[in-house]
T-cell receptor, first 109, second 110 residues
Framework: DVKVTQSSRYLVKRTGEKVFLECVQD?????MFWYRQDPGLGLRLIYF???????EKGDIPEGYSVSREKKERFSLILESASTNQTSMYLC????????FGPGTRLTVT | KNEVEQSPQNLTAQEGEFITINCSYS?????LHWLQQHPGGGIVSLFM???GKKKHGRLIATINIQEKHSSLHITASHPRDSAVYIC????????????FGQGTTLQVKP
């Protein structure tokens, strides 16, 4: 079975902190994605990566950056966390079907 | 206008009913995914299809590429089917990028 794991299920950070969310997949997938999910707004793509060191902006990249140094790991970085980044963050990987991680519920206070 | 439109947005059914969720999209796609998310739970891929029809247990998904329309059917619905169902077409590029519908919230009452 494909496994996508995320570093934390719940995270509480203070405004202005640098936040790292990590995602690891074990199926050698080229494509990896970071989404945020908010009530009433559905799933929105922040960034995706289609190969090591390759990345593209999604629909809402502002305030975020990403890193993919190894094929299995895709990190989302909040350079200076703000309260409007409080959300559920979901990572996914795919070759054809898309497999989602369990999500990280981030609260920025 | 959204690139992906799902209907209905909310659906309440009695246990045992036949349920249909519809999805229309306006872009060219390579495939279409149906996803399921239980309350407080993660997202699971139910189907990926590029033509015709697929069936897993009580769930059936169909797609008509020419009409840019897909449907998800649930036969003999059960309270454990209560979840959000998301239609997500995949664009024509090979990046695997999905375009998400807003989701249909289904509640099946016993």
């Amino acid at each position: 079975d494909v496994k996508v794991t995320q570093s934390s299920r719940y995270l509480v950070k203070r405004t202005g902190e640098k936040v790292f969310l990590e995602c690891v997949q074990d199926m050698d997938h080229e494509n990896m994605f970071w989404y945020r999910q908010d009530p009433g707004l559905g799933l929105r793509l922040i960034y995706f990566s289609y190969d090591v060191k390759m990345k593209e902006k999604g629909d809402i990249p502002e305030g975020y950056s990403v890193s993919r140094e190894k094929k299995e790991r895709f990190s989302l970085i909040l350079e200076s966390a703000s309260t409007n980044q409080t959300s559920m963050y979901l990572c996914a990987s795919s070759r054809y079907e898309q497999y989602f991680g369990p999500g990280t519920r981030l609260t920025v206070t | 206008k959204n690139e992906v439109e799902q209907s209905p947005q909310n659906l309440t059914a009695q246990e045992g009913e036949f349920i249909t969720i519809n999805c229309s999209y306006s872009v060219g796609i390579s495939a279409l995914h149906w996803l399921q998310q239980h309350p407080g739970g993660g997202i699971v891929s139910l189907f990926m299809l590029s033509s015709g029809k697929k069936k897993h247990g009580r769930l059936i998904a169909t797609i008509n590429i020419q009409e840019k329309h897909s449907s998800l059917h649930i036969t003999a619905s059960h309270p454990r089917d209560s979840a959000v169902y998301i239609c997500a077409p995949r664009g024509s590029s090979n990046t695997g990028k999905l375009i998400f519908g807003q989701g249909t919230t289904l509640q099946v009452k016993p």
